[in-house]
């Protein structure tokens, strides 16, 4: 069983920090991509911010400049450090990543259970 704990969410106010860590745990063999996602109320869940096991990266336009994805493959950990936040950056905050429990399996897509961030004076 494999489960993916996301923590660091909270309010903060306009131009404030956070910093979100999402722990994978269980049987875990490897670990490919891990990313995370966001959905605001009544929109869809968007791409903010992935990075590949060789820690490449990629963000969002709205994200980039102000969000740092990194991660700690010893620790099966994936942050996003968040500067600058706006209003509009409110939203579930959710972790993704492929991983494979076993020698010779494929690599499955497991999901968090989201932690809220609201950026609010």
């Known amino acids: 069983q494999v489960q993916l704990v996301e923590s660091g969410g909270g309010l903060v106010q306009p131009g404030g920090s956070l910093r979100l860590s999402c722990v994978a745990s269980g049987s875990i063999f490897s670990i490919t991509g891990m990313s995370w996602y966001r959905q605001a109320p009544g929109k869809q869940r968007e791409l903010v911010a992935a990075?590949?096991?060789?820690?490449?990266?990629k963000y969002a336009d709205s994200v980039k400049g102000r969000f740092t994805i990194s991660r700690d493959n010893a620790r099966n950990t994936v942050y996003l450090q968040m500067n600058t936040l706006k209003p509009e950056d409110t939203a579930v905050y959710y972790c993704n990543a492929d991983i494979k429990v076993r020698v010779g399996a494929v690599f499955s897509n497991y999901w968090g259970q989201g932690t809220q961030v609201t950026v609010s004076s």
């Open positions: 990075i590949t096991s060789g820690s490449s990266t």
